[in-house]
């Protein structure tokens, strides 16, 4: 298990790496008039400057987190371990970057709720996107069935191990509570 808290504000990448991305280059997304009323107070008084900054310091978070799992899944090549380690990589929520005026994760809108879920098992995993609904508790029935475990007696997901064999399920999830 490894557990990093990037990317997550406040950001905590090295000092070198603050200037890898140009916030100049980062469009800020169009806030509407029907957005004002829900937009945080801490929010509301950002200049765009700043509202690039934030954008640049989350990519360049993401970029510091990409490094260290890479890290690990160098290391697991120089054990040899790497094509028996089942490796999942799945955050706890996304992250709004000014989409609503908002840069942060506490709302519904769909760049807080979709999540990032990478599962990686040489010789045993397809790779392949999948654009299905999936949800955070489905995990731990995948890994199970994954790892050939009996399921767990009270089970609330539901595997997505055909979606890693190159399939889909018989009945995919037509919606996801959050």
Known sequence: WVSFQEPHSPYDFPLEDRDRFDPARFPIPRVGPEDAWQIPIIFRSLSDE??????ASYYTSVAFLDRNIGVVLDELRRLNLENDTY??????????LGQHGRFEKHCGYDPALRVP???RWPGR???GVVRDYTESIDVTATILDMLGV?????QHGTTLRPYLEGGRPK??????IS
């Open 50 to 55: 700043q509202k690039r900054g934030i954008i």
């Open 117 to 119: 879920l990478i599962m």
């Open 87 to 96: 490796v999942v990589y799945m955050p706890d929520h996304g992250y709004s």
């Open 125 to 127: 995993i397809r790779k």
């Open 150 to 154: 009996d399921p767990l007696p009270i």
């Open 171 to 176: 009945a995919p999830r037509t919606h996801i």
